[in-house]
């Protein structure tokens, strides 16, 4: 069939009328661009699938635009620690073994959040194609643990990987390796949302090809209606599946365990949320609170400014959201079919290269705490939340703080003490590239509390870093750390003098 197109300067044209005098304004006028949108795509599958997921980014988009006219700001005074009932201990779980629940496991999926780049830490593609352990990549570990466990409890489990539009084409390259391995392996595309002028609220695509900087993938929110539009949710359903296990690619920690997964077969919960406490570190993370008698997800960007500050405090918001989610897979069907999803609104603004202010609307996964029946959080270990957010997460997972045993990461048990060491390094170190070209091999860090380098600074081999270490290297000058260096409480200085402090 021709495609239906639309000569560019007419539609210039009505764009420019839409926005401002025509009925119904501008909510009209992007319903009439996502229909030219559509238009372009020729009939069949593709551009049903198109069709349909315009169709969910025209209704985010209109609750936007209502919200942003119409809503109320968070009442503070109504903001309340969550209810005992509402976070339980995972120490109060009974404990299983993986063998021990294979009727259960046989009825799970596992889903991997992939949509995100490793553009932060400088590398080119999908991040969970970097390497992290072992020449062993983010990827390579996950599938190890499904395979270790179907392996160990002669269950079926899936992996499943939630791609976007930016990883999906290098992931299924990169999963073909896997093929003899034992685990069923499938893909599916989060939605891909066009960004909107944010003078005129004017979608900025013109076609729907997938130039750069013109479409995003709308944050992991969009999970349930992708999974939904993928057709993969029903046939996990009709394959007996009845819970799905979720968490981003990059969080080591986030194995399938079993007690979790008995507490969701006994209780009935249709969504169990992993939280665990909070250090100085996370006190910009989401957490469970009661609001007006609903358990829901308070994330820093709904708080009110005047109150940001009572919000990062430690002892007042204790716990965090790791985004490890237990989920039924039927109450998702029933909440999308219905359209329940009115999840929490992130209003991202962005600039394009060529200096245009556009937003894209997001959404988080777990903020459909408040939509499921019988949802609440377990606060579990600190093992379990182990993200590699930056390169100074990455010198923590590729030390000799952690074992790795069947693609999971255990905290070394020659550790003295279990918390996590403090690492924070410089802007010489951001990139994967540069980081390890400062490194000869990862320092031995089982006595480190932290750890500061900034400036030009490059370790050589068998370096041993105890108690507190700050390396500073100021403008212009470079620090080598010699082979075999023990630092124990020790700052280094530019011209390499060892200071007691």
């Given at each position: 069939?021709?495609?239906d197109?639309?000569?560019?300067?007419?539609?210039?044209?009505?764009?420019?009328?839409?926005s401002?005098?025509?009925?119904?304004?501008?909510e009209?006028?992007?319903?009439?661009?996502?229909?030219?949108l559509v238009?372009?795509?020729?009939?069949g599958?593709?551009?049903d699938?198109?069709?349909?997921?315009?169709d969910d980014f025209?209704?985010?988009?209109?609750?936007?635009?209502?919200e942003k006219?119409?809503?109320k700001?968070l009442?503070w005074?109504?903001?309340r620690g969550?209810?005992?009932?509402?976070?339980?201990?995972?120490g109060d779980?009974e404990?299983?073994?993986l063998k021990?629940?294979?009727?259960?496991?046989?009825k799970l999926?596992?889903?991997?959040?992939?949509?995100g780049?490793?553009?932060?830490?400088?590398?080119?593609g999908?991040?969970?194609a970097?390497?992290?352990?072992?020449?062993?990549?983010?990827?390579?570990?996950?599938?190890?643990?499904?395979?270790?466990?179907?392996?160990?409890?002669?269950?079926?489990?899936?992996?499943?990987l939630?791609?976007?539009?930016?990883?999906?084409?290098d992931?299924?390259k990169?999963?073909?390796?896997y093929?003899?391995h034992?685990?069923?392996?499938?893909?599916?595309?989060?939605?891909r949302?066009p960004?909107?002028?944010?003078?005129?609220?004017?979608?900025?695509a013109?076609s729907?090809?997938?130039?750069?900087?013109?479409?995003?993938?709308?944050?992991?929110?969009?999970?349930?209606?992708?999974?939904?539009n993928?057709?993969?949710?029903?046939?996990?359903?009709?394959?007996?599946k009845?819970?799905?296990?979720?968490?981003n690619?990059?969080?080591l920690g986030?194995?399938?365990?079993?007690a979790?997964?008995?507490?969701?077969?006994?209780?009935?919960?249709?969504?169990?949320m992993?939280?665990?406490?909070?250090?100085?570190?996370d006190?910009?993370?989401?957490?469970?609170?009661?609001?007006d008698g609903?358990?829901?997800?308070?994330e820093?960007?709904?708080?009110?400014?005047?109150h940001?500050?009572?919000?990062?405090?430690?002892?007042?918001?204790?716990?965090?959201?790791t985004?490890?989610?237990?989920?039924?897979?039927?109450?998702?069907?029933?909440?999308?079919?219905?359209?329940?999803?009115d999840l929490d609104?992130?209003?991202?603004?962005?600039?394009?290269?060529?200096?245009?202010?556009v937003?894209?609307?997001?959404?988080?996964?777990?903020?459909?705490?408040?939509?499921?029946?019988g949802?609440?959080g377990?606060?579990?270990?600190?093992s379990?939340?182990?993200?590699?957010?930056?390169t100074s997460d990455?010198?923590l997972?590729?030390?000799?703080?952690y074992l790795?045993?069947?693609?999971?990461?255990?905290?070394?048990?020659k550790?003295?003490?279990?918390t996590v060491?403090?690492?924070?390094?410089g802007?010489?170190f951001?990139?994967?590239?540069?980081?390890l070209?400062?490194?000869?091999?990862?320092?031995?860090i089982l006595?480190?509390d932290?750890?500061?380098?900034?400036?030009?600074?490059?370790?050589?081999?068998?370096v041993?870093?105890?108690?507190?270490?700050i390396?500073?290297?100021?403008?212009?000058?470079?620090?080598?750390?010699?082979?075999?260096?023990?630092?124990?409480?020790?700052?280094v200085?530019?011209?390499?003098?060892?200071?007691?402090?």
């Amino acid at each position: 069939m021709p495609q239906d197109r639309r000569p560019s300067f007419t539609r210039h044209h009505s764009q420019d009328m839409r926005s401002s005098t025509a009925p119904g304004g501008v909510e009209h006028a992007v319903r009439v661009d996502l229909d030219d949108l559509v238009c372009q795509v020729p009939e069949g599958p593709d551009r049903d699938a198109f069709s349909k997921e315009m169709d969910d980014f025209y209704r985010l988009f209109s609750r936007y635009l209502h919200e942003k006219k119409h809503s109320k700001p968070l009442d503070w005074e109504k903001v309340r620690g969550p209810k005992p009932e509402d976070v339980i201990a995972y120490g109060d779980l009974e404990a299983k073994q993986l063998k021990d629940i294979k009727p259960l496991l046989n009825k799970l999926a596992v889903l991997k959040l992939n949509g995100g780049l490793g553009t932060t830490m400088g590398c080119v593609g999908p991040k969970s194609a970097i390497e992290v352990r072992d020449s062993q990549t983010f990827l390579d570990l996950t599938v190890q643990q499904i395979e270790y466990l179907n392996q160990v409890s002669d269950a079926d489990v899936p992996l499943i990987l939630m791609n976007s539009f930016n990883t999906d084409e290098d992931t299924k390259k990169i999963v073909q390796k896997y093929s003899a391995h034992n685990v069923n392996i499938c893909t599916f595309n989060q939605s891909r949302y066009p960004r909107f002028k944010a003078d005129s609220n004017l979608p900025l695509a013109q076609s729907p090809d997938n130039r750069p900087g013109f479409w995003y993938p709308p944050g992991h929110g969009d999970l349930y209606e992708s999974f939904a539009n993928s057709g993969l949710l029903e046939q996990l359903i009709k394959d007996g599946k009845e819970w799905v296990f979720v968490s981003n690619v990059d969080n080591l920690g986030a194995t399938v365990d079993p007690a979790i997964l008995q507490h969701m077969a006994d209780t009935g919960a249709e969504f169990v949320m992993e939280v665990t406490d909070k250090t100085k570190a996370d006190i910009k993370g989401g957490t469970i609170i009661d609001y007006d008698g609903q358990v829901r997800l308070l994330e820093i960007a709904q708080v009110p400014k005047a109150h940001v500050d009572d919000f990062k405090r430690v002892k007042k918001f204790k716990i965090f959201n790791t985004n490890n989610l237990w989920i039924s897979l039927k109450a998702i069907q029933r909440l999308v079919e219905s359209q329940k999803f009115d999840l929490d609104l992130i209003v991202n603004h962005k600039t394009t290269d060529d200096g245009t202010a556009v937003i894209q609307l997001e959404t988080a996964v777990g903020a459909a705490i408040k939509h499921f029946t019988g949802s609440h959080g377990v606060n579990v270990p600190r093992s379990r939340f182990l993200p590699v957010k930056s390169t100074s997460d990455l010198f923590l997972v590729t030390s000799d703080l952690y074992l790795l045993e069947n693609g999971q990461l255990l905290m070394n048990p020659k550790r003295t003490f279990k918390t996590v060491p403090v690492v924070k390094l410089g802007d010489h170190f951001k990139k994967v590239n540069d980081y390890l070209a400062r490194f000869k091999t990862p320092p031995q860090i089982l006595e480190l509390d932290h750890l500061t380098v900034t400036g030009d600074v490059c370790f050589s081999s068998d370096v041993t870093l105890e108690g507190t270490v700050i390396i500073v290297a100021n403008y212009g000058a470079h620090i080598d750390i010699p082979r075999g260096a023990i630092l124990n409480d020790k700052v280094v200085s530019g011209d390499l003098r060892l200071l007691d402090h």
